[in-house]
């Protein structure tokens, strides 16, 4: 911008400055009344900095000449309209500020109405610069005033507004419920363009829940309103979030069509914050075409406008969550971890759920590229839960996916030992699988998470691997063991263990299968431990372990009825099992819980159909369930 305010005078008061020093004070007037049509005429044209100029021309004028002081309507109408340019040119700490100048005029209750509409813009601002906690208090005061003033329209603007931070929080359900109101005020007042906003924003919350035929239907409806009254931004807009929908799809043709067409607009109309957002959709979407070198360009391009713009908000999650996904395309994996790492700070600085799960579930992928499958499986299994706690089924879907396809290695190892297991003693597979189905229901009854589920599974399924090195005459023996005997057979966890050794696993299985036969008295092997000194897992595999022999026909007795296995493991509360694990087990036995399980016969891939059953969370399970797991 230049320097001297005279320059900036449009037409017949531009030219002269002496002339300008004749001026009177109505003179004044209708210059100023001339640059504010000027700025307005501008800013509606999209030419921003032009209206900028002529609005800063306008205040140094009044300052410079020493005019009486604006009317509070002339000023609150040029904070406006510098506010908006800025806004529009992504400049949100220059806005803010803009709009915060006409919250010191305001002073009473008359301007009760400028004030709900100042609330509601510095909250939208807040909101883009990730600081959502003051962008909701905003908001907040904002719907209050509004209400005061029994204004509709501000009411539904304002709960668009919070239902955007609500979205972009994850808080999915609470976006819902606000534009469920506000959609249902629209209707009422006629509100024809704010209906279409709403509806728009209902849409990405339906395409980020993977419900994209619900997202497209409300996407489209939202433009043919935008479209009839000539809303080119707008348009714009919902052109860009049709593109994400159709991408997300796989539709990618047809997705950079619509990216195209939202750019161009973008650019014409001089929208940063637009061409920020598709700039991030193109890079991310040729990066799915296999086009580096354009992907690159448009994440540099995205990155430096906010590194410019000093903004920490969710695109700046976004862009560096795809810079991870180039660099881990191009096997650059340590930069990939890099920005990944960026990313997944960023997001929890500003407290972004959904988009934590996102980046969560890229670094998972790379740690698995990068073999650490440990590592991997926690990002994907925090992902999940995030994913499963917002209602995001598609993302849900996707994630689980890539658990499973890591998972499925360690598997098929198992797989292979269960074999060696069989063919040595077809009881002890089938005995293994139900005993990790039993496990499975009594980890579930305690409303353990699924990490801990997982693991306790596993050490189910191998639990009884060292008895691949027991003397088949001790194994299949149909009587009384010796005491050498017993003894030779008490060696099995320890056997196992040894079996493992060397292989590593995802979860911590080996404490859990060198402790399955402790006693809570201390009695049991094969290091007499005690209590909580037995890992939890180890003391519910002891009674699944238990509860399936004594249900089940032996070489050398037939099997108990359920009852009466219940009855001799309660004999022995308190001193072999825990009480508390016993009870809750007693119970769901009784309950008919575990009928599927008691006895059944196992089939070649039983694990696999165990193991699919691992990934439900506590916060699925019935309330009731719920209720005693917390008390």
């Known amino acids: ?326 660099a881990y395309h191009e096997k650059d994996y340590g930069t990939a971890l890099k920005y990944f790492n960026e990313a997944l700070d960023i997001s929890r600085q500003i407290g972004t759920q959904y988009l934590e799960a996102e980046v969560l579930m890229e670094r998972g992928v790379l740690y698995r590229a990068m073999e650490r499958h440990l590592d991997a499986l926690t990002d994907l299994e925090l992902s999940y839960h995030v994913y499963t706690s917002l209602k995001v089924e598609g993302k849900r879907e996707q994630t689980e996916q890539v658990i499973q396809s890591i998972e499925k290695l360690y598997l098929d190892i198992f797989y292979s030992m269960a074999e060696d297991v069989d063919q040595k003693d077809k009881y002890t597979k089938g005995h293994s699988d139900r005993v990790a189905s039993l496990a499975l229901l009594l980890a579930r009854e305690l409303g353990l998470r699924t990490n801990m589920v997982k693991t306790i599974v596993a050490a189910s399924l191998l639990h009884d691997i060292g008895k691949i090195r027991i003397d088949d005459k001790v194994l299949k023996k149909a009587g009384k063991l010796s005491g050498d005997e017993f003894r030779h057979i008490q060696k099995h966890p320890e056997l196992g263990v040894e079996l493992l050794r060397g292989k590593e696993f995802p979860w911590d299985i080996k404490p859990l299968i060198l402790h399955h036969h402790e006693r809570l008295s201390g009695a049991g092997y094969p290091l007499g431990l005690k209590g909580e000194d037995i890992p939890l897992g180890a003391r519910i595999i002891c009674v699944a372990d238990v509860f399936d022999a004594l249900t089940s026909d032996r070489v050398y007795r037939s099997a108990f009825d359920i009852r009466k296995a219940l009855d001799i493991m309660n004999q022995e509360s308190g001193t072999t099992f825990d009480p508390v694990l016993l009870k809750c087990f007693t119970s769901m036995v009784l309950e008919g819980k575990a009928d599927m399980v008691i006895n059944s016969r196992t089939g070649d891939d039983e694990m696999y159909s165990i193991w699919s059953q691992c990934m439900l969370d506590a916060e699925e399970l019935p309330e009731a369930v719920q209720e005693k797991v917390h008390q």
């Open 1 to 326: 911008m230049v320097d001297g305010p005279d320059k900036h005078i449009p037409g017949e008061f531009g030219c002269d400055p002496s002339r300008n020093q004749l001026l009177t004070e109505p003179d004044w007037a209708k210059t100023i009344d001339n640059l504010m049509s000027l700025a307005k005429e501008a800013n509606k044209s999209f030419d921003f900095d032009r209206a900028i100029d002529y609005l800063q021309t306008l205040e140094e004028i009044w300052d410079s000449k020493g005019l009486p002081e604006f009317s509070l309507d002339l000023r609150f109408e040029l904070h406006q309209e510098k506010g908006k340019a800025y806004a529009s040119q992504g400049k949100h700490e220059e806005a803010i500020l803009e709009y915060q100048k006409i919250l010191k005029f305001c002073r009473d209750s008359s301007h009760l109405a400028v004030k709900s509409e100042i609330f509601t813009q510095v909250g939208q601002l807040l909101a883009k610069q990730g600081d959502h906690d003051r962008a909701l208090g905003y908001l907040q005061r904002a719907i209050g005033a509004y209400r005061r003033l029994n204004d509709h329209a501000g009411i539904c603007r304002a709960l668009r507004n919070l239902g955007v931070i609500y979205v972009e929080l994850g808080e999915f359900e609470e976006a819902e419920m606000n534009y469920d109101e506000a959609i249902h005020l629209a209707e009422e007042i006629g509100e024809k363009m704010l209906y279409a906003d709403l509806v728009n924003n209902l849409g990405t919350i339906m395409n980020m829940k993977g419900n994209w035929e619900k997202a497209l239907e409300l996407y489209q409806q939202s433009l043919q309103i935008y479209e009839a009254h000539n809303e080119i931004r707008k348009s714009a807009y919902t052109t860009n979030n049709i593109a994400i929908t159709l991408a997300e799809q796989g539709m990618n043709d047809a997705a950079f069509d619509d990216f195209r067409k939202a750019h161009e607009i973008a650019t014409s109309i001089k929208d940063a914050s637009l061409i920020l957002i598709v700039d991030i959709n193109l890079a991310d979407l040729y990066l799915k075409r296999g086009a580096l070198g354009a992907a690159r360009e448009h994440c540099r391009k995205a990155e430096q406008y906010l590194l410019d713009a000093r903004l920490t908000n969710g695109h700046l999650v976004e862009t560096k969550k795809t810079a991870g996904k180039i």
